[in-house]
């Protein structure tokens, strides 16, 4: 059974730090891509960074590109979202989610139609 761990998020004020932590367990892929989505009320979910266990690569949607970075630990199958720079734009509800890694990663991580598996959620809020 798959199982993630989330942890952090929380409030912060705008161009502030938070770290978002996800620790995940019960795969049976032989490769598998971890990261994160964000939802805010009424619209879909977007992919924000993802990251290869096996391999290290990385994927960041174009709002994340240069504050934020992912990174994992990979004895312990646990992926790490460090955000800077936050803006109020970046409240939402971040997801950790899992797929397993048979396409491009832009390709999972756009649109939630590749995701197999979600984490329940943690609530990030940026305070302008």
């Known amino acids: 059974e798959v199982q993630f761990v989330e942890s952090g998020g929380g409030l912060v004020q705008a161009g502030g730090s938070l770290i978002v932590s996800c620790a995940a367990s019960?795969?049976?892929?032989?490769?598998?891509?971890i990261g994160w989505f964000r939802q805010v009320p009424g619209k879909e979910r977007e992919g924000v960074s993802c990251?290869?266990?096996?391999?290290?690569?990385?994927y960041y949607a174009d709002h994340a590109k240069g504050r934020f970075t992912i990174s994992s630990d990979n004895a312990r199958k646990t992926v790490f979202l460090q955000m800077n720079s936050l803006e109020p734009e970046d409240t939402a509800v971040y997801f950790c989610?899992?797929?397993?890694?048979?396409?491009?990663?832009?390709?999972?991580?756009?649109?939630?139609?590749?995701?197999?598996?979600w984490g329940q959620g943690t609530q990030v809020t940026v305070s302008s």
């Open positions: 989610a899992a797929a397993e890694y048979d396409k491009p990663m832009p390709v999972l991580w756009t649109g939630a139609q590749s995701i197999e598996y």
């Open positions: 019960g795969f049976t892929f032989a490769d598998v891509v």
């Open positions: 990251i290869s266990l096996s391999e290290g690569s990385t």
